[in-house]
Nanobody
């Protein structure tokens, strides 16, 4: 059974930073490219950043230059460093494979003054 556990969310002021972590079960992490997704209230879930098996990365235009995705294969952990956060980054953030498997609980990120 696939398990994905996101952590690191919270309340931060505009311009602040957060680092999200994703602990994934070995079966998914060693096979698939992984990604961070987010879902804001009233909006569809969107892909924010992805990282391939060999470390190649891609970002949504809205976060390019501010967010950095990384992975530690030895620890089956993926990260999302988020800098210069904006109110429009407020959402529940999820990690998953590409294509996505079963969803975890996500972690709430709220950017507000």
């Amino acid at each position: 059974q696939v398990q994905l556990v996101e952590s690191g969310g919270g309340l931060v002021q505009p311009g602040g930073s957060l680092r999200l972590s994703c602990a994934a079960s070995r079966s998914i992490f060693t096979i698939h490219a992984m990604a961070w997704y987010r879902q804001a209230p009233g909006k569809q879930r969107e892909l924010v950043a992805s990282i391939g098996d060999f470390g190649s990365t891609n970002y949504a235009d809205s976060v390019k230059g501010r967010f950095t995705i990384s992975r530690d294969n030895a620890k089956n952990t993926m990260y999302l460093q988020m800098n210069s956060l904006k109110p429009e980054d407020t959402a529940v953030y999820y990690c998953n494979a590409i294509p996505p498997a079963e969803w975890g609980q996500g972690t709430q990120v709220t950017v507000s003054s």
